[in-house]
């Protein structure tokens, strides 16, 4: 483990990136104008959005880990990460880890679910369904009964990420997300929140908070908060 250090001239949040090539339009974690803060990224060598997304064991773990001991270095004070599926190795990061780690905004389910009025409860938005497991949740403490809706299978959504289609317009994005969302709380109406478990629906939280009418949380929220912790706003002395 190595030593975190600190400096207030360099940037708290420390960004591990897929070894990915789709545009990260502004409001993704991977574009660094969606920031108000400095932040530093390494790319994680050979952890592709198929295969983080697939894995199921700790294949990943020790590039990940290595990535993270090289933004400590540089003098991070927080880590996170570009996936919501890295949940998966969210205790064994952070109990690696010099500085503290939020690896996926699946870490905000069990928080939105316990400021939710009466009869309401978060649904969780993400990039597949199919292979979001119950593993994935319980790393993150969110309730595996959480209700689920994913992009669809052959989606541009999706081709987009896991080909690196950079043709694809933000547009066609948008609209594929709103949908899925949309779909989700129509089919359960006790839905009082949105969780997006992809860090590239943040671009459109706030066409889906005002297509809803409901609460928005994603990597972006996530990120602040942690932001705020490592680095808390300086005020004058009454």
Known sequence: MRRATTGEAGAAIGILMLDARFERF??????????????????????TPSRVVATTDDGLLA???????ALVADGVEGITTTCGFLSLYQQELAAHCAVPVATSALLQVAMVARILPRGRRPGIITFSARELTRAHLERAGA???????????????????????????????RAEALDVA???VRRDPTIGA???????????AAEIRARLGVPVFDMLTLVHWFQRGLRPERFPAA
């Open 194 to 204: 949105i969780v997006c478990e992809c860090t590239n629906l943040s671009p459109h």
């Open 63 to 69: 590039p990940f880990k290595a990535a993270a001991d």
């Open 26 to 47: 502004p409001g993704d974690i991977g574009n660094p104008r969606t920031w108000p803060f400095p932040v530093r990224y390494r790319i994680v060598a050979g952890a």
């Open 143 to 173: 309730d595996p009964a959480t209700p689920v809706a994913g992009m669809p299978e052959g989606s541009a959504f999706q081709r987009a990420i896991r080909d690196g289609d950079t043709s694809v317009p933000c547009a066609t994005l």
């Open 182 to 184: 949309e779909g989700l």
